[in-house]
Protein backbone atom coordinates (compact mmCIF):
# COMPACT_ATOMS: atom_id res chain seq x y z
CA UNK A 1 0.00 0.00 0.00
CA UNK A 2 2.81 2.40 0.39
CA UNK A 3 4.99 1.55 -2.25
CA UNK A 4 1.50 2.83 -4.21
CA UNK A 5 1.13 6.02 -2.74
CA UNK A 6 4.31 6.42 -3.06
CA UNK A 7 4.07 5.66 -6.57
CA UNK A 8 1.30 8.01 -7.07
CA UNK A 9 3.39 11.13 -5.51
CA UNK A 10 6.29 10.25 -8.01
CA UNK A 11 3.70 9.98 -10.73
CA UNK A 12 1.96 13.48 -9.65
CA UNK A 13 5.67 15.27 -9.93
CA UNK A 14 6.65 13.09 -12.85
CA UNK A 15 3.30 14.39 -15.10
CA UNK A 16 4.12 18.02 -13.45
CA UNK A 17 7.55 18.02 -15.26
CA UNK A 18 6.24 17.06 -18.05
CA UNK A 19 3.74 19.62 -18.68
CA UNK A 20 6.95 22.00 -18.37
CA UNK A 21 6.08 23.56 -15.22
CA UNK A 22 5.67 22.66 -11.68
CA UNK A 23 3.39 23.65 -9.18
CA UNK A 24 6.21 24.98 -7.11
CA UNK A 25 6.89 27.35 -9.90
CA UNK A 26 3.79 28.58 -10.55
CA UNK A 27 3.62 29.41 -7.06
CA UNK A 28 6.88 30.89 -7.31
CA UNK A 29 5.77 33.29 -10.38
CA UNK A 30 2.33 33.95 -8.55
CA UNK A 31 4.36 35.40 -5.67
CA UNK A 32 6.76 37.04 -7.77
CA UNK A 33 3.63 38.80 -9.58
CA UNK A 34 2.25 40.09 -6.51
CA UNK A 35 5.82 41.19 -5.14
CA UNK A 36 6.28 43.31 -8.46
CA UNK A 37 2.01 44.58 -8.33
CA UNK A 38 2.88 46.02 -4.75
CA UNK A 39 5.93 48.06 -6.04
CA UNK A 40 3.88 49.30 -8.98
CA UNK A 41 5.95 47.46 -11.78
CA UNK A 42 3.08 46.22 -13.94
CA UNK A 43 5.05 45.08 -16.76
CA UNK A 44 7.07 42.93 -14.68
CA UNK A 45 4.25 41.54 -13.08
CA UNK A 46 2.27 40.79 -16.27
CA UNK A 47 4.97 38.95 -17.30
CA UNK A 48 5.34 36.72 -13.79
CA UNK A 49 0.92 35.97 -14.36
CA UNK A 50 1.91 35.22 -18.33
CA UNK A 51 4.10 32.30 -16.64
CA UNK A 52 1.80 31.45 -14.23
CA UNK A 53 -1.16 30.88 -16.20
CA UNK A 54 1.06 28.95 -18.53
CA UNK A 55 2.06 26.49 -16.23
CA UNK A 56 -1.29 26.45 -14.64
CA UNK A 57 -3.82 26.89 -17.44
CA UNK A 58 -7.27 25.81 -14.99
CA UNK A 59 -6.52 27.97 -11.99
CA UNK A 60 -9.17 31.08 -12.64
CA UNK A 61 -7.79 33.44 -9.57
CA UNK A 62 -4.28 33.67 -12.33
CA UNK A 63 -6.30 34.51 -14.70
CA UNK A 64 -8.67 37.19 -12.97
CA UNK A 65 -5.08 38.60 -11.34
CA UNK A 66 -3.48 38.70 -14.78
CA UNK A 67 -6.42 40.60 -15.90
CA UNK A 68 -6.26 43.05 -12.92
CA UNK A 69 -2.88 44.28 -14.70
CA UNK A 70 -4.50 44.42 -18.01
CA UNK A 71 -7.03 47.00 -16.87
CA UNK A 72 -4.22 48.87 -14.53
CA UNK A 73 -1.61 48.87 -17.78
CA UNK A 74 -5.29 50.17 -19.88
CA UNK A 75 -5.57 47.32 -21.99
CA UNK A 76 -9.21 46.45 -21.41
CA UNK A 77 -9.74 43.80 -24.09
CA UNK A 78 -7.09 41.80 -22.99
CA UNK A 79 -8.86 42.10 -19.09
CA UNK A 80 -11.99 41.18 -20.95
CA UNK A 81 -10.83 38.24 -22.06
CA UNK A 82 -9.19 37.18 -19.05
CA UNK A 83 -12.35 37.89 -17.30
CA UNK A 84 -14.51 35.43 -19.49
CA UNK A 85 -12.02 32.96 -18.79
CA UNK A 86 -12.72 33.29 -15.44
CA UNK A 87 -16.34 33.25 -15.38
CA UNK A 88 -16.19 29.96 -18.08
CA UNK A 89 -14.12 28.50 -15.18
CA UNK A 90 -16.13 29.68 -12.30
CA UNK A 91 -19.15 30.99 -13.68
CA UNK A 92 -20.40 32.18 -9.85
CA UNK A 93 -17.43 34.54 -9.14
CA UNK A 94 -19.19 37.06 -8.42
CA UNK A 95 -15.44 39.32 -8.36
CA UNK A 96 -15.21 38.60 -11.80
CA UNK A 97 -18.81 38.74 -12.91
CA UNK A 98 -18.84 42.56 -11.54
CA UNK A 99 -15.43 43.69 -13.13
CA UNK A 100 -16.47 42.06 -16.08
CA UNK A 101 -19.80 44.30 -15.97
CA UNK A 102 -18.01 47.69 -15.30
CA UNK A 103 -15.40 47.21 -18.60
CA UNK A 104 -18.31 46.43 -20.50
CA UNK A 105 -19.93 49.63 -19.57
CA UNK A 106 -16.41 51.89 -20.12
CA UNK A 107 -16.35 50.33 -23.65
CA UNK A 108 -19.86 51.30 -24.30
CA UNK A 109 -21.62 48.07 -24.32
CA UNK A 110 -24.42 48.54 -22.28
CA UNK A 111 -26.87 45.81 -23.14
CA UNK A 112 -23.90 43.03 -21.65
CA UNK A 113 -22.99 45.68 -18.66
CA UNK A 114 -26.69 45.82 -17.55
CA UNK A 115 -27.02 41.48 -17.74
CA UNK A 116 -23.40 41.91 -15.63
CA UNK A 117 -25.18 43.54 -13.08
CA UNK A 118 -28.26 42.14 -12.93
CA UNK A 119 -26.38 38.48 -12.45
CA UNK A 120 -24.65 40.28 -8.56
CA UNK A 121 -27.55 42.30 -7.63
CA UNK A 122 -26.55 46.01 -8.76
CA UNK A 123 -30.18 46.95 -9.71
CA UNK A 124 -28.80 50.50 -8.76
CA UNK A 125 -25.84 50.26 -11.31
CA UNK A 126 -28.58 49.23 -13.96
CA UNK A 127 -30.72 52.70 -13.32
CA UNK A 128 -27.32 54.61 -13.75
CA UNK A 129 -27.31 52.86 -17.25
CA UNK A 130 -30.65 53.84 -18.60
CA UNK A 131 -29.69 57.49 -18.89
CA UNK A 132 -26.89 56.90 -20.72
CA UNK A 133 -28.44 55.18 -23.45
CA UNK A 134 -30.88 58.00 -23.62
CA UNK A 135 -28.02 60.52 -24.10
CA UNK A 136 -26.06 58.39 -26.79
CA UNK A 137 -29.62 58.26 -28.82
CA UNK A 138 -29.97 61.74 -28.27
CA UNK A 139 -26.20 62.51 -29.69
CA UNK A 140 -26.73 60.24 -32.74
CA UNK A 141 -29.37 62.01 -33.61
CA UNK A 142 -27.65 65.72 -33.48
CA UNK A 143 -24.71 64.63 -35.32
CA UNK A 144 -27.44 62.99 -37.64
CA UNK A 145 -29.21 66.40 -38.11
CA UNK A 146 -25.53 68.08 -38.36
CA UNK A 147 -25.80 69.93 -34.98
CA UNK A 148 -22.47 69.15 -34.43
CA UNK A 149 -21.61 72.35 -31.97
CA UNK A 150 -24.46 70.62 -29.35
CA UNK A 151 -22.99 67.16 -29.97
CA UNK A 152 -19.78 67.82 -29.06
CA UNK A 153 -20.21 68.57 -25.61
CA UNK A 154 -23.03 66.07 -24.60
CA UNK A 155 -20.33 63.29 -26.12
CA UNK A 156 -17.95 64.08 -24.23
CA UNK A 157 -20.13 63.25 -21.13
CA UNK A 158 -21.20 60.40 -21.81
CA UNK A 159 -17.16 59.77 -22.72
CA UNK A 160 -16.15 60.02 -19.22
CA UNK A 161 -18.33 56.93 -18.01
CA UNK A 162 -17.43 54.61 -21.15
CA UNK A 163 -14.23 55.92 -21.72
CA UNK A 164 -13.00 52.74 -23.88
CA UNK A 165 -15.64 53.29 -26.40
CA UNK A 166 -14.06 53.64 -29.77
CA UNK A 167 -17.91 54.09 -31.78
CA UNK A 168 -18.33 56.96 -29.62
CA UNK A 169 -14.72 57.98 -30.31
CA UNK A 170 -15.37 57.90 -33.59
CA UNK A 171 -18.58 59.55 -33.82
CA UNK A 172 -16.84 63.05 -31.70
CA UNK A 173 -14.18 62.53 -34.09
CA UNK A 174 -16.74 63.16 -37.11
CA UNK A 175 -18.39 65.95 -35.31
CA UNK A 176 -14.74 67.68 -34.90
CA UNK A 177 -13.58 66.96 -38.62
CA UNK A 178 -17.24 68.82 -39.34
CA UNK A 179 -15.95 71.51 -37.25
CA UNK A 180 -13.03 71.91 -38.53
CA UNK A 181 -11.26 70.60 -35.20
CA UNK A 182 -9.06 68.70 -36.72
CA UNK A 183 -6.50 68.04 -34.21
CA UNK A 184 -8.95 66.68 -31.37
CA UNK A 185 -10.59 64.43 -34.33
CA UNK A 186 -7.35 62.84 -34.77
CA UNK A 187 -7.21 62.40 -31.19
CA UNK A 188 -10.43 60.70 -31.06
CA UNK A 189 -9.22 58.29 -33.99
CA UNK A 190 -5.64 57.87 -32.78
CA UNK A 191 -7.23 56.47 -29.62
CA UNK A 192 -9.98 54.24 -31.53
CA UNK A 193 -6.56 52.41 -32.93
CA UNK A 194 -5.39 51.51 -29.46
CA UNK A 195 -9.31 50.66 -28.32
CA UNK A 196 -9.97 48.13 -31.42
CA UNK A 197 -7.64 45.34 -33.19
CA UNK A 198 -6.61 45.39 -36.91
CA UNK A 199 -8.22 48.83 -37.72
CA UNK A 200 -7.43 49.68 -40.87
CA UNK A 201 -10.30 52.25 -41.40
CA UNK A 202 -9.10 54.08 -37.77
CA UNK A 203 -5.38 54.42 -39.58
CA UNK A 204 -6.54 55.13 -42.91
CA UNK A 205 -8.33 58.06 -41.09
CA UNK A 206 -5.73 59.28 -39.06
CA UNK A 207 -3.34 59.32 -41.79
CA UNK A 208 -5.66 61.58 -43.80
CA UNK A 209 -5.91 63.89 -41.37
CA UNK A 210 -2.29 64.39 -40.51
CA UNK A 211 -2.07 65.19 -44.51
CA UNK A 212 -5.12 67.20 -44.18
CA UNK A 213 -2.96 69.99 -41.74
CA UNK A 214 0.32 69.24 -43.94
CA UNK A 215 1.95 66.81 -41.23
CA UNK A 216 3.12 64.74 -44.05
CA UNK A 217 5.70 62.54 -42.34
CA UNK A 218 3.61 61.34 -39.39
CA UNK A 219 0.80 60.98 -42.21
CA UNK A 220 3.50 58.48 -44.09
CA UNK A 221 4.06 56.72 -40.08
CA UNK A 222 0.25 56.14 -39.99
CA UNK A 223 -0.40 54.64 -43.27
CA UNK A 224 1.98 52.45 -42.84
CA UNK A 225 0.70 50.82 -39.57
CA UNK A 226 -2.53 50.62 -41.95
CA UNK A 227 -0.08 48.64 -44.53
CA UNK A 228 1.18 46.41 -41.78
CA UNK A 229 -2.31 45.32 -40.71
CA UNK A 230 -3.38 45.07 -44.94
CA UNK A 231 -0.82 45.37 -47.07
CA UNK A 232 -3.88 45.59 -49.83
CA UNK A 233 -5.50 48.15 -47.88
CA UNK A 234 -8.01 49.36 -50.89
CA UNK A 235 -7.79 53.26 -49.85
CA UNK A 236 -4.28 52.63 -47.70
CA UNK A 237 -2.03 51.35 -50.88
CA UNK A 238 -3.03 54.38 -53.18
CA UNK A 239 -3.00 56.59 -50.59
CA UNK A 240 0.33 55.50 -49.38
CA UNK A 241 2.09 55.45 -52.56
CA UNK A 242 0.72 59.54 -52.84
CA UNK A 243 2.22 60.44 -49.38
CA UNK A 244 5.52 58.57 -49.65
CA UNK A 245 6.52 60.86 -53.00
CA UNK A 246 5.32 63.71 -51.39
CA UNK A 247 7.39 63.22 -48.32
CA UNK A 248 10.34 62.46 -50.14
CA UNK A 249 9.92 65.28 -52.50
CA UNK A 250 9.17 67.71 -49.36
CA UNK A 251 12.28 66.27 -47.44
CA UNK A 252 14.65 66.59 -50.51
CA UNK A 253 13.46 70.52 -51.34
CA UNK A 254 14.27 71.05 -47.61
CA UNK A 255 17.49 69.51 -47.60
CA UNK A 256 18.41 71.81 -50.57
CA UNK A 257 17.47 74.82 -48.65
CA UNK A 258 19.47 73.66 -46.04
CA UNK A 259 22.85 73.71 -48.08
CA UNK A 260 21.61 76.55 -49.84
CA UNK A 261 20.67 74.98 -53.36
CA UNK A 262 18.31 77.42 -54.76
CA UNK A 263 17.68 75.47 -57.83
CA UNK A 264 17.30 72.03 -56.46
CA UNK A 265 14.94 73.49 -53.63
CA UNK A 266 13.02 75.15 -56.03
CA UNK A 267 12.80 72.12 -58.59
CA UNK A 268 11.13 69.77 -55.76
CA UNK A 269 9.10 72.10 -54.20
CA UNK A 270 7.68 72.68 -57.60
CA UNK A 271 6.87 69.00 -58.04
CA UNK A 272 5.55 69.33 -54.78
CA UNK A 273 2.45 71.53 -56.05
CA UNK A 274 2.67 69.53 -59.21
CA UNK A 275 1.50 66.03 -57.04
CA UNK A 276 -0.89 68.05 -54.78
CA UNK A 277 -3.49 70.58 -56.34
CA UNK A 278 -5.76 70.79 -53.05
CA UNK A 279 -4.60 69.98 -50.26
CA UNK A 280 -3.52 73.79 -48.68
CA UNK A 281 -1.57 72.89 -45.78
CA UNK A 282 0.96 70.37 -48.15
CA UNK A 283 0.68 73.00 -49.92
CA UNK A 284 1.56 76.04 -47.68
CA UNK A 285 5.35 74.04 -47.13
CA UNK A 286 6.29 73.80 -50.73
CA UNK A 287 5.21 77.36 -51.38
CA UNK A 288 6.99 78.84 -48.16
CA UNK A 289 10.14 76.84 -49.31
CA UNK A 290 9.86 78.52 -52.62
CA UNK A 291 9.45 82.13 -51.55
CA UNK A 292 12.78 81.32 -49.90
CA UNK A 293 14.25 79.91 -52.80
CA UNK A 294 13.48 81.79 -54.72
CA UNK A 295 14.54 85.15 -53.51
CA UNK A 296 17.83 83.33 -52.26
CA UNK A 297 18.10 82.46 -56.34
CA UNK A 298 17.44 86.65 -56.53
CA UNK A 299 14.56 85.82 -58.71
CA UNK A 300 12.16 88.33 -57.07
CA UNK A 301 9.02 88.47 -58.59
CA UNK A 302 8.48 84.56 -58.25
CA UNK A 303 9.84 85.04 -54.63
CA UNK A 304 6.85 87.76 -53.62
CA UNK A 305 4.31 85.48 -55.91
CA UNK A 306 4.98 82.23 -53.69
CA UNK A 307 4.79 84.42 -50.85
CA UNK A 308 1.96 85.48 -51.80
CA UNK A 309 0.22 82.31 -52.12
CA UNK A 310 1.27 80.98 -49.09
CA UNK A 311 0.33 83.59 -47.10
CA UNK A 312 -3.32 83.66 -48.56
CA UNK A 313 -3.24 79.88 -46.87
CA UNK A 314 -1.69 80.99 -43.33
CA UNK A 315 -1.46 84.22 -42.16
CA UNK A 316 1.58 83.74 -39.79
CA UNK A 317 4.52 86.54 -39.20
CA UNK A 318 6.70 84.17 -40.47
CA UNK A 319 5.73 84.21 -44.10
CA UNK A 320 5.44 87.94 -44.04
CA UNK A 321 9.04 88.35 -42.52
CA UNK A 322 10.29 85.87 -45.67
CA UNK A 323 8.44 87.77 -48.11
CA UNK A 324 9.97 91.19 -46.76
CA UNK A 325 13.03 89.45 -47.32
CA UNK A 326 12.47 89.08 -51.08
CA UNK A 327 11.10 92.85 -51.28
CA UNK A 328 14.98 93.52 -49.59
CA UNK A 329 16.71 91.73 -52.59
CA UNK A 330 14.30 93.43 -54.90
CA UNK A 331 15.22 97.07 -53.14
CA UNK A 332 11.31 97.70 -52.50
CA UNK A 333 12.12 99.35 -49.30
CA UNK A 334 8.44 100.45 -48.50
CA UNK A 335 6.37 96.98 -49.44
CA UNK A 336 9.47 95.36 -46.70
CA UNK A 337 8.57 97.89 -43.96
CA UNK A 338 4.89 97.59 -44.34
CA UNK A 339 5.12 93.59 -44.16
CA UNK A 340 7.24 93.43 -41.05
CA UNK A 341 5.07 95.73 -39.70
CA UNK A 342 2.17 93.98 -40.30
CA UNK A 343 3.90 90.76 -38.81
CA UNK A 344 4.59 92.61 -35.72
CA UNK A 345 0.61 93.60 -35.46
CA UNK A 346 0.34 89.50 -35.78
CA UNK A 347 2.96 88.88 -32.93
CA UNK A 348 4.13 91.99 -31.22
CA UNK A 349 7.17 90.08 -29.43
CA UNK A 350 8.37 88.32 -33.20
CA UNK A 351 12.22 88.95 -32.59
CA UNK A 352 12.51 88.70 -35.99
CA UNK A 353 10.14 91.04 -37.44
CA UNK A 354 11.22 93.91 -35.21
CA UNK A 355 15.01 93.18 -36.32
CA UNK A 356 13.85 93.20 -40.13
CA UNK A 357 11.98 96.22 -39.48
CA UNK A 358 14.71 98.34 -38.44
CA UNK A 359 17.30 96.99 -41.35
CA UNK A 360 14.41 97.66 -43.52
CA UNK A 361 14.36 101.34 -42.82
CA UNK A 362 18.32 101.93 -42.32
CA UNK A 363 18.78 100.63 -46.04
CA UNK A 364 15.80 102.69 -46.76
CA UNK A 365 17.76 105.50 -46.15
CA UNK A 366 20.96 104.24 -47.04
CA UNK A 367 19.46 103.74 -50.71
CA UNK A 368 18.68 107.80 -50.69
CA UNK A 369 22.28 108.18 -50.82
CA UNK A 370 25.02 105.99 -51.58
CA UNK A 371 24.20 102.14 -52.49
CA UNK A 372 27.08 100.34 -52.82
CA UNK A 373 25.52 97.44 -54.70
CA UNK A 374 24.19 99.48 -57.38
CA UNK A 375 27.56 101.33 -57.76
CA UNK A 376 29.39 98.58 -58.71
CA UNK A 377 25.83 96.65 -60.06
CA UNK A 378 26.38 93.48 -58.73
CA UNK A 379 23.12 91.63 -56.52
CA UNK A 380 23.49 91.62 -52.68
CA UNK A 381 24.76 87.65 -53.26
CA UNK A 382 27.32 89.02 -54.85
CA UNK A 383 30.77 86.49 -54.18
CA UNK A 384 34.17 88.87 -53.21
CA UNK A 385 35.64 87.29 -56.47
CA UNK A 386 32.33 88.88 -58.45
CA UNK A 387 32.91 92.15 -56.71
CA UNK A 388 36.73 92.40 -57.30
CA UNK A 389 35.91 91.43 -61.14
CA UNK A 390 33.26 94.19 -61.36
CA UNK A 391 34.95 96.89 -59.60
CA UNK A 392 37.67 96.70 -62.17
CA UNK A 393 35.30 97.08 -65.26
CA UNK A 394 33.80 100.26 -63.45
CA UNK A 395 36.97 102.09 -62.50
CA UNK A 396 38.38 101.14 -66.30
CA UNK A 397 35.16 102.74 -67.53
CA UNK A 398 35.37 105.57 -65.14
CA UNK A 399 38.82 106.51 -64.64
CA UNK A 400 38.83 110.29 -65.12
CA UNK A 401 41.89 109.91 -67.56
CA UNK A 402 39.23 108.63 -69.85
CA UNK A 403 37.71 111.98 -69.95
CA UNK A 404 38.53 115.17 -70.58
CA UNK A 405 37.99 118.56 -68.45
CA UNK A 406 35.37 119.94 -67.92
CA UNK A 407 31.34 118.64 -66.44
CA UNK A 408 32.54 115.19 -68.08
CA UNK A 409 35.78 114.65 -65.77
CA UNK A 410 34.08 116.20 -62.86
CA UNK A 411 31.12 113.66 -62.96
CA UNK A 412 33.67 110.63 -63.85
CA UNK A 413 35.99 111.37 -60.96
CA UNK A 414 32.93 111.40 -58.38
CA UNK A 415 32.04 108.11 -60.07
CA UNK A 416 35.61 107.02 -59.60
CA UNK A 417 35.18 107.61 -55.90
CA UNK A 418 31.72 106.00 -55.75
CA UNK A 419 33.45 102.82 -57.25
CA UNK A 420 36.61 102.62 -55.03
CA UNK A 421 34.73 103.17 -51.57
CA UNK A 422 32.13 100.55 -53.03
CA UNK A 423 34.85 97.90 -53.37
CA UNK A 424 36.36 99.75 -49.99
CA UNK A 425 33.39 98.06 -48.18
CA UNK A 426 32.11 95.52 -49.95
CA UNK A 427 35.34 93.56 -49.75
CA UNK A 428 35.89 93.98 -46.50
CA UNK A 429 33.79 91.37 -44.63
CA UNK A 430 33.23 94.00 -41.44
CA UNK A 431 32.82 96.53 -43.55
CA UNK A 432 29.90 94.74 -45.78
CA UNK A 433 28.06 93.32 -42.99
CA UNK A 434 27.10 96.92 -41.49
CA UNK A 435 26.20 98.15 -44.52
CA UNK A 436 23.94 94.80 -44.94
CA UNK A 437 22.78 95.58 -41.62
CA UNK A 438 21.77 99.28 -43.03
CA UNK A 439 24.70 101.17 -41.80
CA UNK A 440 27.29 103.13 -44.20
CA UNK A 441 31.07 102.47 -42.63
CA UNK A 442 32.18 105.37 -44.72
CA UNK A 443 29.73 108.09 -43.91
CA UNK A 444 31.44 110.67 -42.03
CA UNK A 445 28.24 111.37 -39.70
CA UNK A 446 27.95 107.76 -38.61
CA UNK A 447 31.16 108.83 -36.32
CA UNK A 448 32.61 105.42 -37.86
CA UNK A 449 34.12 106.49 -40.90
CA UNK A 450 37.43 104.82 -41.90
CA UNK A 451 40.31 107.60 -41.37
CA UNK A 452 42.89 107.40 -43.93
CA UNK A 453 40.30 105.94 -46.60
CA UNK A 454 41.96 107.12 -50.27
CA UNK A 455 39.74 106.27 -52.96
CA UNK A 456 42.85 106.00 -55.96
CA UNK A 457 45.21 104.13 -53.80
CA UNK A 458 43.90 100.77 -55.20
CA UNK A 459 44.63 101.96 -58.09
CA UNK A 460 48.44 101.76 -58.14
CA UNK A 461 48.46 99.37 -60.63
CA UNK A 462 46.61 101.05 -63.23
CA UNK A 463 49.64 103.35 -63.60
CA UNK A 464 51.29 103.58 -67.24
CA UNK A 465 49.56 104.41 -70.49
CA UNK A 466 46.59 104.38 -71.21
CA UNK A 467 46.00 104.77 -67.51
CA UNK A 468 48.50 107.33 -66.00
CA UNK A 469 47.07 110.31 -64.95
CA UNK A 470 46.31 113.34 -63.16
CA UNK A 471 43.79 114.80 -60.96
CA UNK A 472 42.49 118.15 -61.17
CA UNK A 473 39.85 119.26 -58.24
CA UNK A 474 38.61 122.96 -59.12
Same mark, same amino acid.
Given at each position: ?????????????????????????????????????????????????????????????????????????????????????????????????????????????? %?? /????? &??????? @??????? #? +? *????????????? %?? /????? &??????? @??????? #? +? *??????????????? /???????????? @??????????????????????????????????????????????????????????????????????????????????????????????????????????????????????????????????????????????????????????????????????????????????????????????????????????????????????????????????????????????????????????????????????????????????????
Amino acid at each position: MFHCGLLLVLFDVFFDAVGGVTQLEVDRHLQLGRDFLAKGQLQDALLQYHAAVEGDPNNYLTYYKRGTVYLALGKAKFALLDLEKVLDLKPDFTAARLQHGIVLLKQGQL %DG /ATNDF &LDVGKEF @SVKMIEP #L +R *EEIATAKTLVKRG %DC /ASAVP &LITRIIE @SCPWSPS #L +R *ELRAECHVALGDYMN /AISDIRSTTKLL @SDNTEGYFKLSSLLYRLGQVDEALKEIRECLKLDPEHKECFPFYKKVKKVAKLLSDATTAQEVKDSGDCIRFANRVLQQEATVKNVRYTALHLLCKCYAADNKVSDAIKSCDEAFRIRKEPGILCDRAEAYLAGEMYDDAIRDYKEALELDPHFQRASEGLQRAQQRQKLSESRDYYKILDVPRTASKREIVKAYRKAAQKWHPDNFQDGEEKKRAEKKFIDIAAAKEVLTDEEKREKFDRGEDPLDPESGKHQQGFNPFREFHHFHGSPFQFKFHFN
